[in-house]
C-alpha cells in the first residue's frame, strides 16, 4: 500500500539558514511524487513534482527536491530560507488512481 | 474563476443538523477531489470525480457523507446528522485531466472549516 512519511513534525530555522524537509514514501511502482505548501487558513499550493527523469527537481520560492530510490525518499532543500516561508509542508504519492497520499506535514517557523 | 473556490468558508453547525459545502472548480477541469483535514494532519482522500460520475467513494468515513457533482462542474459535499468527529477542514481540489493521466497537479480551494457543537 502507498504511504507518506514525513518524520518531522516541526521545524524552526533561522531565516537566512538551509532547510531540508525530509520525506520518504512507500509504493510499489515507480512514484509520482509533489509537495505541496499550506499557509494558515490557505488551500495547499504546488511547490514540485517528480515523476521521471532527472532526480533533482526544481521547484517554485527556489525550492528543490531529490528523489532517492534507493532510501525511498523525496526530501524538499532550500538554500536559504525567507521569513515568508514559514508555513505547513505536505509531500504526496500518487497512485494509479490519482488519489493521493499526503503525511502528515511538517510545520517550518522561521526565526528572524 | 481562476482558481478552486470553496463555499462557505467558515460552518458552524449543531450536532445532529445536516450540512453541505459547495466547491467550484477550475473551468474544464475534469477531475474533482474531496478531502477531510483534520487539525495537525494532511489532508485525507473522501471521493473523487471524473466529470459527473463519481469513481471513488472509499473514503468518505460513513454512509452520513454524500457528494455529487450532477454537471460535472459544481460540487456538493453533504453530511447528514453531523457529529463532532466531523468537526475539520474539508478540501476540494481539480485536476485538468481523468484517471489516465496519472500524476496531474491538482489545484486545491481554501477549505471549508467546518465545526460541529
Known amino acids: 500500500a502507498q504511504s507518506v512519511t514525513q518524520p518531522d513534525i516541526h521545524i524552526t530555522v533561522s531565516e537566512g539558514a538551509s532547510l531540508e524537509l525530509r520525506c520518504n514514501y512507500s509504493?510499489?511502482?515507480?512514484?509520482?511524487l509533489f509537495w505541496y505548501v499550506q499557509s494558515p487558513g490557505q488551500g495547499l499550493q504546488l511547490l514540485l513534482k517528480y515523476f521521471s527523469g532527472d532526480t533533482l527537481v526544481q521547484g517554485i520560492k527556489g525550492f528543490e527536491a531529490e528523489f532517492k530510490r534507493s532510501q525511498s525518499s523525496f526530501n524538499l532543500r532550500k538554500p536559504s530560507v525567507h521569513w515568508s516561508d514559514a508555513a505547513e509542508y505536505f509531500c504526496a504519492v500518487v497512485n494509479t488512481g490519482n488519489q493521493f497520499y499526503f503525511g502528515t506535514g511538517t510545520s517550518l517557523t522561521v526565526i528572524p | 474563476g481562476a482558481g478552486v473556490s470553496q463555499s462557505p468558508r467558515y460552518k458552524v453547525a449543531k450536532r445532529g443538523q445536516d450540512v453541505a459545502l459547495r466547491c467550484d472548480p477550475i473551468s474544464g477541469h475534469v477531475s474533482l477531489f474531496w478531502y477531510q483535514q483534520a487539525l495537525g494532519q494532511g489532508p485525507e482522500f473522501l471521493t473523487y470525480f471524473q466529470n459527473e460520475a463519481q469513481l471513488d467513494k472509499s473514503g468518505l468515513p460513513s454512509d452520513r457523507f454524500f457528494a455529487e457533482r450532477p454537471e460535472g462542474s459544481v460540487s456538493t459535499l453533504k453530511i447528514q446528522r453531523t457529529q463532532q468527529e466531523d468537526s475539520a477542514v474539508y478540501l476540494c481540489?481539480?485536476?485538468?485531466?481523468?484517471?489516465?493521466?496519472?500524476?496531474?497537479?491538482?489545484?486545491f480551494g481554501d477549505g471549508t472549516r467546518l465545526s460541529i457543537l
Open positions: 509504493y510499489g511502482a515507480t512514484p509520482y
Open positions: 481540489a481539480s485536476s485538468l485531466m481523468g484517471t489516465g493521466d496519472k500524476g496531474q497537479p491538482q489545484h
